[in-house]
């Protein structure tokens, strides 16, 4: 399954270049992975509240071409465990043209409140279930 | 004439204390500004280009209730010539649940490419046709 | 007593008018409040974590002249009570060559974990001896 | 040659986990590149004036730790030539007591104002004398 989301650029999120800033497209990424959780019925900031952290350990971006002001743009994520403890998310994020901006590779795990990696069944279970 | 802008709160956007950051309503607010003047027909982007930047001389912001991770909310604005060359944004932030999030009022001014304040005879038309 | 902090412009900080972006501003003044609170021994991100929230209620901001990439700027920051549960920073960024890049008025309060408005005595004591 | 650089988190760089927020470590290591870029006599901002854009077309990072508000950190910061029209910095986020925070390769070229990749030929020396 791939969740598409579809955003527009916003004028702060540009820099001195005229371009969306490299950092920014983080923030897309991640806005993009939280819905797609959120859609599994995986609550991002319900889980930190309950000190469960979804975090990031890696991520490869590959960045193909700028988004400019005021452009709309479209985020595809796809979500896969590849491990007992991890799970990766493909991302592209791509121009209203259809061209590529952003392909990312973004890998994650869970952390527990005393900061060691686990997986709640719960999340394994969606995981399972909908990748 | 009031512009109205839905938008979401992502996760990223709020800090340690769990809701949106307070600097984060300005980005908000630009937003909701430029979506605003652009269907005015005024691009901010394609100014700055030109080396025609349209500033903000003063904010005022009362913060009346925070908003939280993936609330829905809605921006309303209206602009008001208030001289020869300045005009003011008046701006509310509104929970989904119809509550003022943030109230506030913006001031600005045109610059040109040496620095000085002015007013394009485009903008003021179109700022006296539609405000 | 005024707190000065002394920071620099980063790049990424700056957008396509190519100076620092007016909600950057917020972000050097919060940054400053929470410097000089620590100094008086007050932890705005330990107060968090306790769900003791100190919120921003109203800011003022004039905006005089803007700040470039690289640039060195230092912020003075100055604290009053107003009211039993207000206080009251008065802070000025200033440029490198001594001229006033933004004077702000921001006005707080403490909330507690039921949304409350409050004062905890520890601070309200550090408030009244150091300011 | 390492490039140093000794930073701080600030509270509105942490987000809902209470750390520093993925995105924003990008912002520490762009903070980082053009830093040390300057001292090499290359200016980002003034380049992009001149419609000469460094731009960042890989980023790998491999997250280690997490930062937590007020803690100070170091970015090491290394370039290397790898192509007539690449160079990548290796760059180590490392925090106050010396453990990996974040390490990251970024990938990188110049463009000019056609969107073409080259390599000025100022650019190409200081980094060939100085890498």
């Not at 959120?38 to 309950?50: C, T, V």
């Not at 350990?57 to 400019?68: F, M, N, P, V, W």
């Not at 209203?96 to 069944?121: D, Q």
């Amino acid at each position: 399954m791939t969740h598409t989301l579809e955003l527009e650029v916003r004028d702060y999120e540009c820099d001195i270049q005229g371009v969306v800033n490299n950092s920014v497209y983080q923030n897309y990424l991640e806005h993009a992975r939280h819905k797609y959780l959120l859609d599994l019925g995986i609550d991002f900031a319900e889980l930190a509240r309950q000190s469960i952290n979804l975090v990031v350990i890696r991520a490869e971006l590959d960045y193909k071409s700028s988004l400019r002001p005021g452009e709309m743009f479209t985020i595809e994520t796809r979500i896969n465990r590849i491990s007992k403890l991890k799970f990766a998310f493909e991302q592209k994020i791509i121009t209203s043209e259809g061209k590529p901006a952003v392909n990312a590779l973004i890998i994650g795990t869970a952390i527990n409140e005393r900061g060691r990696p686990f997986m709640p069944e719960f999340i394994s279970d969606l995981l399972d279930n909908n990748a």
